[in-house]
C-alpha cells in the first residue's frame, strides 16, 4: 500500500511559479510510477504528467508542455511538479498518484492523495 500527500499548492500571479510536493510511505515506493493530475470545478479530471519508476522517462499533456516539470528522488519519496510560467486556465486542484506501470489514463492509477487547490489569477 502507498500513502500519498500533496503541498505547495497555492495562489499564484498569471506567469509566476509554483513547486508541488508529493510525500510517500510505503516500502515499494520505489517500483511505482507517479504521476499528476488535476480537476477544476465541473471539469473531469486531466492528465498533467508522469514519470516511470526510475524516473528516466516522462510524459507531459501537451497544454503543460515546455512549463511544467515532474521528476522524483525515490531515496525521499518524494515526487515535484515544478511549475512555471503559469496560466489562469492551470487554476484546479492537482493530485499526486502512483501506478504500477507508467500511464496517462487516470482510471489505471492505484493510490491517489487528496489534491492540493493551484489558483492562478489574471
Known amino acids: 500500500q502507498v500513502q500519498l500527500v500533496e503541498s505547495g499548492g497555492g495562489l499564484v500571479q498569471a506567469g509566476g511559479s509554483l513547486r508541488l510536493s508529493c510525500a510517500a510511505s510505503?516500502?515499494?515506493?520505489?517500483?511505482?510510477?507517479m504521476g499528476w493530475f488535476r480537476q477544476a470545478p465541473g471539469k473531469e479530471r486531466e492528465f498533467v504528467a508522469a514519470?516511470?519508476?526510475?524516473?528516466?522517462?516522462?510524459y507531459y499533456a501537451d497544454s503543460v508542455k515546455g512549463r511544467f516539470t515532474i521528476s522524483r528522488d525515490n531515496a525521499k519519496k518524494m515526487v515535484y511538479l515544478q511549475m512555471n510560467s503559469l496560466k489562469p486556465e492551470d487554476t484546479a486542484v492537482y493530485y499526486c498518484?502512483?501506478?504500477?506501470?507508467?500511464?496517462?489514463?487516470?482510471?489505471?492509477?492505484?493510490?491517489w492523495g487528496q489534491g492540493t487547490q493551484v489558483t492562478v489569477s489574471s
Open positions: 514519470i516511470n519508476w526510475k524516473g528516466g522517462s516522462t
Open positions: 498518484a502512483a501506478v504500477r506501470a507508467v500511464s496517462t489514463v487516470a482510471h489505471e492509477y492505484d493510490y
Open positions: 510505503g516500502r515499494t515506493f520505489s517500483v511505482y510510477a
